[in-house]
């Protein structure tokens, strides 16, 4: 079972920058793709990014394409998204997502999330 703890969440003006970075522990990290998915009160959990196994490969939400960067780094079992531009509708609480299955593409890890960290949130005044 995977654990996961994200952090670097907070309040930033529109047009700012924030990092967010997932720790994971309890299993082999470079063998899963992670995500990070968001949620604002009252609708449903979104996909924002994904990246493979290897850091190769990444998919992103048409929303954040361009804004956001998503990026791992194995050797310290952690997977980063760096957001740039922000802007007052990408506020919502920031989830880090594993896959539950090993190897797959982040196009479909994005479908089918599994473990889940438990949020930090990101605020963007306008």
Known sequence: ???????????????????LSC?????????????????VPGKEREFVA????????????????????ISR????????????????EDTAVYYCAADTQSFRPPSIFAKEPGSWGQGTQVTVSS
């Open 1 to 19: 079972q995977v654990q996961l703890v994200e952090s670097g969440g907070g309040l930033v003006q529109a047009g700012g920058s924030l990092r």
């Open 23 to 39: 720790a994971a522990s309890g299993r082999t990290f470079s063998r899963y793709a992670m995500g990070w998915f968001r949620q």
């Open 50 to 69: 994904a990246i493979s196994w290897s850091g190769g490969s990444t998919y992103y939400a048409d929303s954040v394409k361009g804004r956001f960067t």
């Open 73 to 88: 780094d194995n050797a310290k079992n952690t997977v980063y998204l760096q957001m740039n531009s922000l802007k007052p």
